[in-house]
């Protein structure tokens, strides 16, 4: 079961720990170990994830913690593909974009 995902643009890094259910020093392990994770730094120099990052975690914790991949696999595996993104997810991404959009919007009007 997928875990429930707060509709927001971007995380902090303990909330990320807290939906993936990893600490957050796994977190920061891994960001060195999969070259896909780059988050993003707040003025603060606070990590800030978006979806896509959080997403990439929960496949990442799939791989290593359920189907037991080596980190090496892993990295293997999700560089040779392993669950694609699909239009779906694209679409998805962007109807939360639009929806930010107008949200936006009318607190500047």
Do not use: C
Request: aromatic fraction near 10%.
């Amino acid at each position: 079961m997928a875990p429930e995902i707060p509709d927001k643009v971007y995380f902090k890094i303990g909330e990320v720990a807290d939906i993936v259910g990893v600490q957050p020093h796994v977190l920061r392990y891994w960001e060195t170990e999969f070259p896909a994770l780059k988050p993003g730094r707040a003025k603060s120099n606070q990590r800030l994830y978006r979806r896509k990052d959080l997403d990439h975690f929960l496949e990442i914790k799939r791989l290593l913690y359920e189907e037991k991949y080596t980190i090496e696999g892993a990295r293997q595996k999700l560089q040779a593909g392993g669950r694609k993104t699909g239009p779906s997810s694209e679409a998805e991404f962007l109807r939360r974009f639009k929806k930010d959009l107008i949200e936006i919007k009318k607190m500047l009007e």
